[in-house]
């Protein structure tokens, strides 16, 4: 790795960290399913300053941000048996936040007609 390359990283590890905390704070009222679409928002909002990621980055950032920060808070889902909890948790971080990446994008360009 050339030190272009390891400050890049650092940068983007400390940004990451950064979002984090930002994220953290939309759950701050307690863990809610619709805290996730704006925990979304605020990452989309910080993985466009990142000048050093491409658009696949970016996404990969604000999925890596959004799963840290969820990590983070640990939020135990009443009435669910934590097996199946943790199976309702992997099928959101790894379906729903990409899904709200897509539909954010999407309106941004325009993509989507709304009456």
Known sequence: MSIGEEIRVSANAEITVQAVEKVVKCFSDGFQFSDILTAVRVAVEIAETVTTLDGP????????????????????????????????????????????????INATKGKINVN
């Open 57 to 104: 980055g970016k996404k990969a950032f604000v999925v890596e941000v959004i799963e840290k920060a969820y990590r983070e808070v640990d939020p135990d889902i009443p009435w669910v048996p934590n097996l199946i909890e943790n199976y309702i948790e992997d099928y959101v971080l790894k379906n729903l936040v990409p899904a709200v990446i897509e539909l954010i």
